[in-house]
């Protein structure tokens, strides 16, 4: 069975940092490149960041460039997002999606998805 457990979100001030996690199994981690997604109240799912497995290179919303880092540990079969600098305007539900090909911001082109994890960050 394929799953992709997020976890990590909270409730944060603004200026602070969190860690999202995304656990996989079911399928050959390595082989896909992972992207993170996130809706806020009231507002389309928006891509946040995506890292191939080729080469670990990764893409950034430009909402979040320098506050933002994806990592992965293929060992663990988990990658992360380190929130940093975090703004009120990052309150959504965060998801992690997994995609057997390039990275993309169409959302319909993954092939699994997590559950979301909510982040919300006060003034």
């Known amino acids: 069975e394929v799953q992709l457990q997020a976890s990590g979100g909270g409730l944060v001030q603004a200026g602070g940092s969190l860690r999202l996690s995304c656990a996989a199994s079911?399928?050959?981690?390595?082989?896909?490149?992972i992207g993170w997604f996130r809706r806020a109240p009231g507002k389309e799912r928006e891509g946040v960041s995506c890292?191939?497995?080729?080469?670990?290179?990764?893409d950034y919303a430009d909402s979040v460039k320098g506050r933002f880092t994806f990592s992965r540990d293929n060992a663990k079969n988990t990658a992360y997002l380190h929130m940093n600098s975090l703004k009120p305007e990052d309150t959504a539900v965060y998801y992690c999606a997994a995609i057997e090909g390039a990275c993309t911001n169409y959302a319909y082109a993954y092939d699994y998805w997590g559950q979301g994890t909510q982040v919300t960050v006060s003034s």
């Open positions: 079911g399928f050959t981690f390595d082989d896909y490149a």
């Open positions: 890292m191939r497995s080729s080469d670990s290179s990764t």
